[in-house]
């Protein structure tokens, strides 16, 4: 049974950092993409950063592109994002996400999802 939780969520001051964590367990972490996305109350969820199985290359949305920064340790099964200069704006529910696809930037592509760590973000 394959499970992914998330923690480090919080509230923060606008300018604060945060660092998100993921533990999977049940699936073969190195030959997974492993990425996180966020759904802010009202909105659609949305891509925020991967890390491809096959590739050392991140991915980033344009809008933390430059404040957040994901990494992965496929010994310890855990998939990270550090997110600085935070935003009233990057204020959401993140949610770490695994899947085989190619396409990454796609919520329907991704087999397994957390629960969720909420983020909160005051000015």
């Known amino acids: 049974q394959v499970q992914l939780v998330e923690s480090g969520g919080g509230l923060v001051q606008a300018g604060d950092s945060l660092r998100l964590s993921c533990a999977a367990s049940?699936?073969?972490?190195?030959?997974?993409?492993m990425a996180w996305f966020r759904q802010a109350p009202g909105k659609e969820r949305e891509f925020v950063a991967a890390?491809?199985?096959?590739?050392?290359?991140?991915y980033y949305a344009d809008a933390v592109k430059g404040r957040f920064a994901i990494s992965r340790d496929n010994a310890k099964n855990t998939v990270y994002m550090q997110m600085n200069s935070l935003k009233p704006e990057d204020t959401a529910v993140y949610y770490c996400?695994?899947?085989?696809?190619?396409?990454?930037?796609?919520?329907?592509?991704?087999?397994?999802w957390g629960q969720g760590t909420q983020v909160t973000v005051s000015s």
């Open positions: 996400a695994a899947s085989r696809s190619w396409v990454i930037v796609s919520a329907r592509n991704y087999d397994y």
């Open positions: 049940g699936l073969t972490f190195s030959m997974y993409t």
């Open positions: 890390s491809k199985w096959s590739s050392s290359t991140p």
